[in-house]
C-alpha cells in the first residue's frame, strides 16, 4: 500500500503538466523545475507505484493505463484543492456562510426575491446560490444534498426531507374561451373540467 504522505502534491502537479504537453521538458520548464529533478520525481512515483506511468517514445511521453489512473486522481485532487482556496478565500473577504437554494418558477417570480433580500439584509456576510427547478427535481436535489433548502410546490414525495409550510398561493385557470372544458357550466364542476387534460403549471 503507498504511503499518502509520500505523494507531494509538486510531483502530481508535474504529472497533470506532462499530461497538458506531452513532454516532461516542456513539464518541467513550466513548473520552474530542472528536467533531472523532475524526472527523479517522476521515477521516484513509478517506485512507489509499482508500476511504469509514463511510456516514453522518440515524440514525448504518454500515459500508461497505471498512469492514467493516477492523472484521473490528481485531477480530483487539484478539483478539491481549488475549491478549498475559494472558501478560505471567501472567509477572508468576509463571507461567514454559503446557503444553496433550488425553487421552483412561480416562488422566484414572486415571493422569494422580497425574503431572500430581507435576509441578506440581516446577515449580509453570508452567500446564496439560487437556482431555479421543476419541484419534482428541487425535492431529489435537496435529498442528495446537492441543495441545502429547496421551494416547491405540491406534496412530498421524497423520503428522509424535512417540510414545512413557506408561502400560500392562490391558483386561478386561464384557457381561451373557446376550450371545450370551459362549455357547458364548467363552473359547477371546476376541478374535473381544469384537470380532466393536460395543464401547465410550475
Known sequence: MINPQRVDFMTL?????????G???????SLHLALGAASTRIRDLE???????LARHARGVRFTE???????HARS?????????FEVGEFASGVTGHVRVVANASSIATVLPRDLTGFLKDHPRVRIDLAEHTSREIQHLVA??????GIF????RQEGLTVMAYHQDTLVASCCKRAARFRNGWRRRPAARVFSRGFVYR
Open 66 to 72: 497505471a498512469g492514467n489512473a493516477v492523472l484521473h
Open 47 to 53: 517506485d512507489r507505484m509499482g508500476l511504469p506511468l
Open 13 to 21: 502537479r508535474l504529472l497533470l503538466a506532462v499530461a497538458a504537453t
Open 153 to 156: 410546490a405540491g406534496s412530498l
Open 144 to 149: 442528495e444534498g446537492e441543495a441545502d433548502i
Open 77 to 85: 485532487i487539484e478539483r478539491e484543492l481549488a475549491q478549498m482556496e
Open 23 to 29: 513532454s516532461i521538458t516542456k513539464a518541467a520548464q
